[in-house]
């Protein structure tokens, strides 16, 4: 079983920044496409960033974060990374890590494409 943990939420001000986790259990970790997720009360979920696995070379970002938000991985230590800078109130919302199992060299960013989900972390930007 794949079980995904996400860390590093919390409060921080308008114009700062973040980083956010995701630790994957297994030995496998290279083997899935990640994707970060976000959503606000009463708002869908809402795609953030994907990368690719193996070396992470794709990475997808919607234009709302685009240039502002960077997805990475580090497969020895079986972690998924959000940096998060610039942010915006808009940027207010629970934060989801995702896991795909996939030989496919591709950055996913439909959430139904993911079979694992973490528990979410709470990011609150304030002005």
């Known amino acids: 079983q794949v079980q995904l943990v996400e860390s590093g939420g919390g409060l921080v001000q308008a114009g700062g920044s973040l980083r956010l986790s995701c630790l994957v259990s297994?030995?496998?970790?290279?083997?899935?496409?990640m994707g970060w997720f976000r959503q606000a009360p009463g708002k869908e979920r809402e795609f953030v960033a994907a990368?690719?696995?193996?070396?992470?070379?794709?990475?997808s970002y919607p234009d709302s974060v685009k240039g502002r938000f960077t997805i990475s991985r580090d497969n020895a230590k079986n972690t998924v990374y959000l940096q998060m800078y610039s942010l915006k109130l808009d940027d207010t919302a629970v934060y989801y890590c995702?896991?795909?199992?996939?030989?496919?060299?591709?950055?996913?960013?439909?959430?139904?494409?993911?079979?694992?989900w973490g528990q979410g972390t709470q990011v609150t930007v304030s002005s």
């Open positions: 995702a896991a795909r199992r996939t030989f496919v060299a591709v950055a996913e960013t439909q959430p139904s494409r993911y079979t694992y």
């Open positions: 297994g030995r496998t970790f290279s083997v899935y496409a």
């Open positions: 990368i690719s696995g193996g070396s992470g070379d794709i990475t």
